[in-house]
């Protein structure tokens, strides 16, 4: 009986279970790691130095707008609260090769703050009029007003939008012309279509979707009339809305504001006078932060970065490097086979 039950506990005599498998053990030599090494440190310089080239073609212009400085043109701008108009001129000597990204950009901004982050009512900017007569915990202090009416839509990021708005002018023969800025698309295509989604209309009037709600406090219209031309770039749809909702990971960042890509402009911006009227609403000297407006082209490879092809540089001349070095420290102490 005893024999039996320990035959029975016994694997079965298969390949897999008695490790019977056939294996490969790969033995690292010498004459496999050094050329190894080699190869991928010039793979890696090739590339870097294909990047780092591709970037340097990548034309970038950027104008700091905060206006804490005496000779800014915004200098006016920082000690009014909103309505305030200032302008920046500059000029091309070269054509800006289309298509242009028109960008604001913010520092010593912290959207990754944790309960900054989590400052919004999910439920809410799906549509669903339920929570906005009860906004969630998580938007507090924004989800009620003074008078205890709810917020719609509540939370510290909805409240905080970048509300900066601007026009730009090519001066011709002392004559403004006004260079087209498209707003269409700027926003992720998962966040328009999927993430975030409208009230439904209540007697046909979107507006009345809202009734009972309030506008964020730092808002200077509802939500249903943020863009009074374009009536279906409204609500949670707006494009400036959901570019500011996805949150940036570091304290300095730039969003995509416009494309210039219509008309005249759509080869880019030629050589001349500009002019770009900023209509300053946000504050931003409170905590010490700066604003900027950049205007960029891209490449195959993305937006300005020379970091990833330096990286690359760098990563590859290390490979050669230590292949050179083992190489070295081969022929130098290199065991024959009777040693091994």
Not at 59 to 80: F, H
Not at 144 to 173: H, R, W
Not at 209 to 223: H, L, Y
Not at 250 to 270: E, H, S
Request: hydrophobic residues 40%.
């Amino acid at each position: 009986m005893k024999k039996e039950e320990e035959t029975s506990e016994r694997p079965d005599n298969t390949a897999f279970t008695q490790q019977r498998l056939p294996a490969w053990q790969p033995i690292l030599s010498a004459g496999i790691v050094i050329p190894g090494f080699l190869l991928i440190g010039l793979a890696f310089i090739g590339i870097g130095i294909a990047l780092f080239l591709t970037t340097q073609t990548i034309q970038v212009l950027e104008a700091d707008y905060t206006g804490v400085e005496k000779d800014s043109p915004c200098y006016s701008c920082t000690n009014m609260v909103q309505n305030c108009t200032c302008e920046i001129t500059f000029s091309l000597s070269t054509l800006f090769t289309g298509p242009v990204f028109f960008y604001y950009g913010l520092s010593n901004f912290y959207q990754n703050f944790r309960k900054y982050g989590v400052s919004k009512d999910y439920y809410q900017l799906t549509g669903d009029t339920t929570y906005f007569k009860s906004p969630q915990e998580t938007c507090a202090p924004y989800a009620y007003d003074g008078n205890n009416k709810p917020i719609v839509p509540c939370g510290a990021i909805a409240n905080s939008m970048f509300n900066d708005t601007f026009e730009l002018y090519q001066i011709i023969n002392g004559t403004k012309k006004v260079v087209p800025l498209d707003g269409k698309g700027i926003s992720w295509w998962t966040d328009y279509n999927i993430k975030y989604r409208n009230p439904l209309p209540v007697n046909n009037s979107f507006a009345s979707a809202f009734d009972g709600t309030v506008k964020p406090i730092n808002w200077p219209k509802a939500a249903y009339e943020l863009d009074l031309v374009d009536l279906n770039n409204n609500g949670f749809l707006n494009q400036d809305f959901l570019v500011w909702m996805r949150r940036a990971a570091l304290p300095q960042f730039r969003k995509l504001y416009r494309r210039i890509t219509d008309g005249d402009y759509a080869a880019g911006l030629p050589a001349g006078n500009y002019s770009l009227t900023v209509h300053y609403n946000f504050p931003v000297v409170s905590f010490d932060g700066r604003k900027k407006v950049v205007f960029s082209n891209v490449s195959w490879m993305g937006g300005k970065n020379e970091f990833l092809g330096i990286a690359y540089l760098v990563v590859g001349s290390l490979c050669v490097v230590m292949s050179v070095v083992m190489l070295i420290v081969y022929a130098k102490f290199k065991f024959s086979d009777d040693d091994v």
